[in-house]
């Protein structure tokens, strides 16, 4: 049995933003009790957004966000967030992340060899 763990990893954006990166084709926010758990052991409260590109591919639901408070994911709060409402900085932030993570990228098989060399090279 794979280890939730390994499934997605958590950076710390901003002082009150954390992105949850999948690291699989298995979405993370499966996982959130875990996420929860990971959050607690920050003390954090503030925004989450996971980047569901290994989960969802380069699509419109690619990003979700949610509040979190003392640790705890608001459910009710999660929405599908667009491209366009993103900072260039939290942009940049992700492709740094994949450009530094290029073997998920080769062992995705949602993504087009086409999608994957953008994501790495533009």
Known sequence: MIDAKQLYEIERFSNHTIIVFSMTYMNPISYLPTIEKDLGKLDFSGKIIFDLLLSN????????????????????????????????????KTRE?????????????????????????N
């Open 57 to 92: 591919g380069n699509s419109s639901n690619r990003f979700v966000e949610a509040r979190v408070n003392k640790a705890k994911i608001d459910r009710r709060s999660m929405k599908v967030i667009g491209y366009s409402s993103l900072e260039a900085s939290f942009i940049k």
């Open 97 to 121: 992340f994949y450009k530094s993570h290029k073997s998920i990228l080769d062992n995705s098989t949602i993504l087009l060899d086409e999608e994957k060399f953008n994501l790495i090279y």
